[in-house]
């Protein structure tokens, strides 16, 4: 197990050094996972929003469709997307494949069901809580859906927040459609995997430490925007 | 409604992010992992780039994997090692020529026991029949890679079907030739790989070369540029710099010079540099 008090030392020096090829690393791990829970957000906040307030028929089977693909693997995703975004594929002429763009779509696809899913919860339970006052002021179906967006704010930041968890942990997308290049596609996960592939296990595991500081990190300054928001909000 | 969630998601990713597409006057090499794995590429590319200032965009997959994303056009110029597959792909379209790069040699290695005996062997069908009949544990890699096809042709050549065991003491990883020798080297089994992937591996515990020498582990590499007339996107100029330099003096001197702890990794031996 001396493994682990090597790897322990090899990521303190990875930090400390300020690795030039690391940073570059983190920082695209960290552009792409949070621009694809931006985009994620964009569209599952709002669709979340919308299944949890509408009735329509069809709507059971909607949930569990979305449910269901919050199970999506992350390399049945990676694969779609290549084969969309391949030169033989239909999207092939945007010559995106091999780029951080398909990346980001990948993790797109693969957390929005996510933040749809939970979100529509969220939602759905502070639309109990509300129904009879919305009916009351007679708001229509956007005022309610924003009304209930905004008031379930700081909850949702948690559903965004395990969206980016997702994104930013995950290997078997990017992998496929980014081709871990480097200086151009390598992410901490697919840095991760190569290392792990050269036996170097000692430095895999380092930067495993370092991405969970990142994952850290975000949660940290996530939670203490909540804290800095909710003071203002309730004081 | 699916459908409509994926298509908005690849609009809003290309709208946010502006777009992809590599900066001009880089290519994209499909390529083995040996030659990535090992660092070969790193020694390579910065001499290349530095005299053309053509960026050179590695992606690193067994060869099976290699040649269909080539056959696919995802890629400019292919590295594999597997000549019989290099010479359908050619046949097929998909690509322009292929030339002979360099070489190394496959070996076995196995743990400090070897239980089944093979140490010091230089027969490798020998080899392979005493593991088969010993029970021993051999993992695979099971992907259809160089190495793979490789290695099936072994076990033919020595008349055992080991697949019949597949799951017994034949172990089929499906995965790269770093991962089979973790797997491999954690089960305690028996593992083929190349020569240049295992002394550059990081992991090797109590694992040492058991068999080596057979003509037969000969492992040659080949290097082809993708049909610009099958696929439009190659950009044929950049990528035929690539190979012209590979397979000139400079390039076969760089590949000879690039050792890891002492030894070299790779031999080049294209067409004229014999």
Not at chain 1, 91 to 113: E, N, R, S, V
Not at chain 1, 154 to 167: D, E, I, K, P, Q
Not at chain 2, 24 to 34: K, L, R
């Amino acid at each position: 197990m001396h493994e682990f008090g090597e790897a322990i030392g090899l990521a303190f020096g990875l930090v400390a050094g300020f690795d030039a090829d690391l940073v570059e690393i983190v920082g695209l791990s960290l552009y792409v996972s949070l621009t694809a829970t931006l985009i994620a957000c964009l569209i599952g906040l709002p669709l979340g929003a919308i299944l949890a307030v509408a009735r329509f028929p069809g709507r059971n089977a909607c949930l569990i469709v979305v449910n269901a693909l919050m199970g999506l693997p992350p390399v049945v995703v990676g694969l779609i997307v290549y084969l969309h975004l391949s030169r033989a594929g239909p999207l092939g002429f945007l010559g995106l494949l091999y780029t951080p763009t398909a990346m980001i779509i990948a993790q797109t696809i693969l957390i929005a069901p996510i933040v749809a899913a939970l979100s529509r919860q969220v939602v759905e339970d502070l639309h109990t809580e509300y129904a009879e006052q919305f009916r009351s002021l007679c708001l229509s179906r956007t005022e309610a859906v924003q009304a209930l967006l905004w008031d379930g704010r700081f909850a949702l930041m948690t559903v965004a927040l395990a969206g980016f968890g997702r994104a930013v942990a995950e290997v078997g997308a990017v992998m496929i459609v980014g081709g871990n290049i480097d200086h151009l596609t390598r992410v901490m996960t697919t840095a991760i995997a190569l290392e792990t592939s050269r036996g170097e296990l000692p430095l895999a595991l380092a930067l495993g430490i370092v991405l969970m500081v990142i994952a850290l990190g975000v949660n940290g300054l996530v939670h203490s925007l909540r804290m800095t928001a909710t003071r203002f909000a309730y004081a | 409604m699916i459908k409509k969630g994926v298509l908005a998601a690849f609009l809003v990713s290309v709208a946010v992010t502006g777009g992809g597409a590599a900066a001009e006057g880089a290519i994209f090499v499909q390529s083995t992992t040996s030659t990535a794995n090992s660092g070969l590429y790193d020694h390579l590319l910065p001499a290349f780039s530095e005299r053309t200032g053509i960026t050179v965009n590695v992606v690193a997959v067994g060869t099976g994997q290699a040649i269909k994303n080539a056959a696919n056009c995802d890629g400019d110029v292919l590295l594999v090692h597997a000549k019989g597959a290099e010479e359908a792909f050619v046949a097929q379209g998909g690509g322009v020529e292929r030339t002979d790069l360099m070489y190394n040699d496959f070996v076995i290695v196995g743990p400090d026991g070897d239980p089944a005996g093979v140490a010091g062997l230089s027969d490798a069908g020998t080899a392979l029949t005493r593991i088969a009949s010993s029970g021993a544990l051999f993992a695979s890699r099971g992907d259809d890679s160089g190495t793979h096809k490789k290695e099936i042709g072994l076990w033919a050549e020595a008349g055992v079907d080991p697949v019949a065991a597949s799951g017994g003491w034949y172990r089929e990883t499906g995965s790269g030739m770093g991962a089979t020798l973790n797997a491999g080297i954690g089960m305690g089994a028996y593992v083929m790989t190349d020569r240049a992937t295992w002394i550059s591996f990081g992991n090797k515990q109590d694992y040492t070369v058991k068999v080596e020498g057979d003509p037969a582990l000969f492992n040659q590499y080949g290097v082809i540029l993708v049909s610009p007339d099958k696929c439009a996107n190659v950009d044929a100029e950049a990528g035929q710099a690539f190979i012209d330099w590979l397979v000139s003096d400079a390039g076969q001197e760089a590949i000879a010079s690039y050792s890891v702890e002492g030894q070299q990794l790779f031999f080049p031996n294209a067409p004229g540099h014999d």
